[in-house]
């Protein structure tokens, strides 16, 4: 009798394979998590607590099965029985706990500071809706709740709680817990999830994801990133963040006590790395703990903080450096006003001169990333390009007083979730040529004596095949679209946001369109896929998903194009959907304007999987091409430092670009009779003004670099093994941004922590 069928006759009284699937799932959970019972805690004196308000881990049922080391026997078990490994984890819902790189990193790297057996926990918050559930009518972006607790997942509720004190009341978290297994490994870690009992999904206005904003005790943990465009939004952010910081404080100390700390030795037992300025308010919180809680004075809680605390800057856009109006701060907690204000006392009168560096401005209006820079011990850029612009330009004035504080850590993906759990074909492909041990090790260098053997290049063209008839499947099940397996697969995925530049990538379809309707089709048909979320409040980027989703159609509906070229975009994009596209993915659009990303991770994905970038000198991309060569990537456009020098000069004038006969067609179409038969005048329309009159994040600069290049691109395609070649060397480059590199690079330069083995 296997495993799984002692389990069912234990559960269910019956045998496996007369189990329904969701009885399946069930009994799969119940594995695991016997498995984890079983599994001591990671430990050592210090521990790390990695703090973000966004955690996106994706479904935990193969992963958590991989690491265990278990995938294969279980799988067979399954197949024995009648079951689909892969259908039975449509069971699980995915956590919508995250939404971008930021929390997909954050997922990555718990996963590594298991997998490296470092003592470590993630700390963030259990939203019940997550960020929304994106679905598409009248082709523009619709909200729903993303109801993902509804179905049994692996959070476990603790028997832990702690009061957290606001101005007006007082309120008692409760603690979830998600295990996080490394791989391979006999101890794990966990994901820390805080969260409030009195939360009540019944005030969402029917369906939709609007609620009242003012009722905290209801509302705290609902939505991931709730609307902040008025202050009562702004204000509930306050409440969320100070929630966060103040439980996992509490949790720190009171862990710290129990392995011996007698506080003053705090930093000796804990090191907290702050993602964004999101968890910046931990600095006042445990400054207010030490004083108030454990009796020290306020010099030596200042003291103990600055030397706990670790900032990463994720992105050099004004709109995650956060600054918080002091009154709104003082009607969350006076108390951490309060200690605020005391910090912003200690460096007006260090630095009185130096308006940039202070902590509160003369709005009277706190700066996040001020405290965390002054008040932290480490402040980091996530790949070399951004970290050079961070202390050049964007905190160049904190570099000159901290130059031995500023760290550059090029971000890292984990090779479980993005190679092994996502590309099994590619995976049992590296095993056969160059052996397991990148299992270990991420080193896939190896492959590079293959890139001139046409049976593994021949293998790697047929993985890809494979992988783009699991997307046809998917697509199809998903949403009721079916692509051309035969196709060049070209995708862009990642938050929707006009830096990224979709927008140029569209224009470039209205390109394309034309020029095969002209009559030159293109040899190989080509499949556009997009996918991503817009934030509610930012409606530009909610039109061009819109001026997207109506090129679609209009391309759909035209027979004379629609065999050459299809532009999909995929609902609710996700973890889940992101399997799928990376690994079937030819050409990875990494188009951002040089300077705004600040790194990426999508970039790495497509690159471990064998897609070719086309890229801008932008983020890592800068490095993903220096590992695998100008001849194994698409570069084009205008370097970061003219950008920087335009924006500082004001030098960009985007009517002057769209006045070339090249692009002005192209810009003009958004406002046609052809796409306003389908689409939204008042969206195409507000598009079409704004590319012309502002074009803020400069999507035409490049437009004609990058419709020329992407014709280069298609053209090369053509040539099948080169095109192969190109991709194999790719993957054979990836190992770098495993992100057991980073969290290495992190405990050497930052935390300090000691491996539990
Ligand atoms: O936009 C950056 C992205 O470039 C980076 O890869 C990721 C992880 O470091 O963080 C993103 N930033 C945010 O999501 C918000 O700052």
Redesign the pocket.
Known sequence: MTQLDTLAQDKFNRDLADLEQPEVYKLLLDLIAKKVDQMPLFSGKKKIYYFSAEFLIGKLLSNNLLNLGIYDQVKAELDQAGFNIEEIEDEENEPSLG???????AACFIDSIASLGLPGDGVGLNYHFGLFQQYFEDNQQQYRPDTWLDQENFLKKSDKHFQVPFKDFTLTSSLYDIAVLGYQQDKHNRLRLFDLDTVDSSIIEDGSISFDKTDIEKNLTLFLYPDDSDADGEKLRIYQQYFMVSNGAQLLIQEAIERGSNIHDLADYAVVQIN?THPTLIIPELIRLLTTDHGLDFMEAVKITSQMVAF?N??I?AE?LETWPMNYLESVSPEIADIIRKLDSIIKESYPNQASVQIIDENDTAHMASIAIHFGFSTNG?SQL?TDILKQSTLKDFYELYPDEFHGLT?GITFRRWLMDANPELSALLDRVIGEEWRQDSDLSELMNYQEDDQVLSEFSQVKHANKEALAHFLQDHQGVSINTDSIVDVQVK?IHEYKRQQMLALYIIHKYHDIKAGNKPETPITIIFGGKAAPAYTIAQDIIHLILSLSELIANDPEVSDYLQVVFVENYNVTAARYLFTAADISEQISLASK?????GNMKFMVNGAVTLMTLD??NVEIADRVGQDNVYIFGKEAQEIVRLYDEEDYVARDYYEQAAIKPLVDFIVSDELLAIGNSERLNRLHQDMINKDYFMALIDLEEFIAIKEKMYADYQDEKAWRKKGLINTAQAGFFSSDRVINEYNDQIWHVQVDD
């Open positions: 939404n971008g790189g930021l929390g997909r990193l964004d990463t994720h992105t856009l995650a996530v951004h971000n938050r990303e600040a790194s990426g991770t983020g890592a």
